[in-house]
């Protein structure tokens, strides 16, 4: 007996001591935030003073030390997210994650980001002479400093990632990554093309293709300029999206509203960028000043300039754009390898990629080029009777400055400079909302834009070989869409339809009136505006599209006088559109209006095209004049002999929505709590791994909001009946020009990557219950309750 207890005993002595180790080992790979380092490549000694949330203030006597040190800051909290950006860009993630992800890898490296930047970092970042290079390399010289000295991320050590360090190219691969989470049209033109081809145009009248009657049209001014005194396609492109480990953008909202109708009497401006939840948050944070310069900003991974920012003269913030920048081109072939391009044979361009794959032997990849972009037939597992297609996206034909334009505008210094600095952006475009101490307040839809021939229909695929489909050339920057201290006394943008450039309503996937009626209706209201009111329409709910579709289900589930259906009546009738986590109303309408879309959609289309369908803006665009349709063929289902009519279909989604609703949530209406199925997690890339998902993600939260509304903690319209969250503000932030040291802002979860850092989780319940914090710039109030960490010049 004493033996198996002693045994016992060692056993658990043994396991305590693994524990202690494995524990230790984590704390050591924890970021420093105090003390002192020693770092080759610098030129005099910076000091990062840490704020309670792990913000790095950097204070430098030189500009490339400063970019130095925000290098080194940035990669000890993000090295990990750094790492699967350049990874997912360049095609490089089954190298490390298994066979698992090489449909991911198939894919961008069709897209060509590569290609891209290997060509931009040698145009641009092979010269060491320009302040933005100089700028951009010290940057990488301090990610790569922390590659070399720094802990390894403990994600390195779990997946077996092999640290590398960074080169220019990386830089580029971030920019085109950040790109293509813009081209909606990659996912959306397959989908339409499919339903045009299949079903007929008959079928594309109900889906808002063009700008639908009701939207909301951001309006164009030019005011005077104020100074100071001085399907095999489709299901590729879906299974490769969803396994890809890093969020990309979906969204925004951002306005500036003037300081004649705000109390203080100089501008406000709001921004809250919409990304795709994870864990860490996309923007990292920081501040810089060195002599003559002081910038806080909102950074990238793996990109030096901050993208959102203040300086000490003016203050932007950023929203998509969601211009058209994809065009897919049907190609005729001739049998000797050539293409017909603008009426000519022309060769053909062949490159091959080799893709490592963990565990298994390289796969080959051979890709042929025309002169609008990459074959994506066979990558993409065409049918037969699909003929060669090519993709044509615009990060691939023009020169991008996306870095100059970034380094310019935080350097701006007078409202011309910002100006310019918004005219070098060709893509991805951008909403660019603009404010600054002088009092001017201003929005350009930043991109380069192509001219279209009228007949040309950018989302169904075009004609490649006679050259009537080409793009006609590119508007000047001054006719972008834009607006200049406009007398109604603000500027916006929801991602919705701007004004028209040369007369024409510009295509994209803009986004419908929901959030950007619901911003105008609330800007218009006459009076002085402060921070808290842009807190509150920050924080508003409520939709009134959603709540107009819903008097349309009701409608219809009345005539149909079953009073199995009188809960869902009851909750619906005077929905004004508002979504609380406590409101019974959501629950029941967004049920109903998944389940009608499935079942009216899906057995034409397919399950594959309709879920990709359902990923983009078009839907969102389409619900009121679709549901309101009751002569749609879409109601007909073609799986049966019989034709069915919209009254059947919702009718069958009404029962469909109450057995959900009593799984998920209980059998009495009373249970049926929108807080009970809309949820937000933040997860890891290691969520995948069950056993690492509670240390690794953070949540859940039971959390306000929906799809569409100003907050926008949207989700997947499937029809499992649990709508959780999946994407929205990945910061809110809002910023009175009259005390730009104090401005406010909130990470959804924390600043640091690093799973044992205090700042990994810290502002994730503030996130979700919709309070602040103070974006600080002045450094007695950082030091009150910071760290300081000096970095001292080694030798190299």
């Not at 301090?142 to 000295?149: A, E, I, K, L, S």
């Not at 334009?405 to 935080?410: E, K, P, Q, S, V």
């Not at 911003?519 to 107009?548: G, R």
Request: hydrophobic residues 40%.
């Amino acid at each position: 007996m004493k033996i198996l207890k002693r045994i016992l005993l060692g056993i658990i002595a043994l396991v305590i001591l693994i524990v202690a180790a494995v524990y230790i080992y984590l704390l050591s790979t924890k970021p420093t935030y105090s003390g002192e380092l020693t770092l080759a490549g610098l030129q005099q000694p910076v000091e990062i003073l840490y704020d309670e949330y792990g913000v790095p203030h950097i204070y430098s006597q030189h500009e490339e030390d400063a970019y130095y040190a925000l290098g080194y800051a940035h990669a000890q909290d993000r090295l990990f997210q750094m790492e699967m950006i350049r990874r997912a860009a360049a095609g490089r993630l089954s190298e490390v994650l298994g066979e698992d992800l090489l449909k991911v890898d198939k894919l961008f490296r069709t897209l060509g980001i590569n290609k891209f930047a290997k060509e931009h970092a040698e145009k641009f970042l092979s010269a060491d002479t320009a302040a933005f290079q100089k700028a951009a390399h010290a940057y990488q010289m301090g990610v790569n400093q922390f590659v070399r000295t720094g802990q390894t991320p403990i994600e390195f050590t779990i997946m077996g990632i092999p640290k590398e360090e960074f080169t220019p190219q990386d830089i580029y691969l971030a920019v085109g990554f950040m790109s293509f989470g813009f081209a909606e049209g990659i996912r959306a033109d397959p989908v339409l093309e499919k339903i045009r081809r299949e079903l007929g145009v008959e079928y594309l009248k109900d889906l808002a293709i063009q700008t639908p009657p009701d939207a909301e049209i951001i309006k164009n001014f030019s005011g005077p300029v104020k100074t100071l005194g001085t399907d095999s396609l489709i299901s590729f492109f879906s299974e490769a999206l969803e396994k890809l480990p890093v969020p990309m953008w979906q969204g925004s909202n951002g306005w500036v509203v003037a300081g004649d109708r705000t109390e203080s009497g100089l501008p406000i401006l709001a921004n809250d960028t919409h990304i795709g939840f994870a864990q860490p948050a996309v923007w990292y944070e920081a501040h810089l000043e060195y002599p003559g310069f002081k910038f806080y900003g909102h950074h990238i991974a793996g990109i030096p300039f901050g993208l959102l920012g203040q300086n000490d003269f003016c203050a932007w913030g950023l929203t998509m754009f969601e211009n058209d920048d994809t065009d897919f081109f049907t190609e005729q072939f001739s049998d000797d390898g050539k293409v017909k391009y603008k009426g000519e044979w022309v060769a053909v361009e062949k490159r091959t990629e080799i893709i490592k794959v963990k565990g298994n032997p390289d796969e080959k990849l051979v890709l042929s080029t025309t002169p609008h972009g990459t074959i994506v037939n066979g990558v993409f597992d065409f049918t037969d009777n699909i003929k060669p297609t090519s993709l044509w996206w615009l990060l691939n034909h023009e020169t991008n400055e996306a870095l100059q334009a970034a380094y310019t505008l935080i350097h701006a210094s007078s409202f011309k400079e910002a100006e310019y600095a918004a005219s070098l952006f060709s893509s991805p475009g951008l909403n660019l909302m603009y404010g600054d101490r002088a009092g001017n307040i201003a929005w350009w839809a930043v991109a380069k834009l192509p001219i279209r021939a009228p007949h040309v229909q950018t989302k169904l695929f075009l004609d490649g070989a006679s050259g009537n489909d080409e793009p006609l050339g590119f508007y000047d920057f001054p006719k972008n869409p834009h607006a200049v201290n406009p007398p109604w006394g603000y500027v916006y943008s929801a991602n919705n339809q701007p004004d028209s450039v040369d007369g024409v309503l510009y295509p994209g996937y803009y986004y419908p009136r929901s959030r950007a009626g619901r911003i105008v209706e609330l800007l218009k209201a006459d009076k002085k505006w402060t921070t808290e009111d842009m807190k509150t329409i920050n924080l508003d709910v409520t939709s009134h599209m959603h709540a107009d579709i819903t008097k349309d289900f009701v409608s219809v589930l009345k005539s149909l006088n079953d009073p199995a259906f009188q809960d869902l009546i009851s909750v619906l009738d005077n929905w004004n559109g508002e979504h609380r986590a406590s409101q019974i109303a959501p629950s029941v309408y967004y049920n109903l209006l998944s389940q009608t879309m499935k079942l009216a959609m899906e057995d034409e289309i397919g399950a594959d095209a309709f879920k990709a369908l359902m990923a983009t803006s078009i839907p969102k665009n389409s619900y009121q004049m679709f549901i309101e349709n009751d002569q749609s063929p879409w109601w007909d289902n073609s799986k049966t002999t019989e034709k069915e009519t919209r009254s059947q279909i919702i009718k069958q989604a009404a029962i469909n929505t109450l057995h959900l609703l009593n799984t998920t949530s209980g059998e009495k209406s009373s249970d049926w709590q929108w807080g009970k199925i809309h949820t937000l997690t933040h997860k890891h890339p290691l969520d995948a791994v069950k056993p690492l998902r509670s240390f690794f993600n953070v949540g859940p939260f039971v959390v306000d909001g929906g799809s569409e509304v100003i907050n926008n903690l949207h989700f997947s319209l499937d029809s499992t009946g649990y709508f959780l969250v999946s994407g929205g503000p990945a910061l809110r932030k809002i910023i009175d020009f009259s005390d730009l040291e104090n401005g406010i802002t909130v990470s959804p979860s924390g600043q640091s990557g690093n799973v044992m850092s205090s700042h990994y989780d810290d502002q994730a319940k503030m996130f979700a219950t919709g309070n602040f914090r103070k974006m600080l710039m002045n450094r007695e109030a950082i030091k009150l309750k910071g760290t300081t960490l000096l970095l001292k010049p080694g030798i190299k």
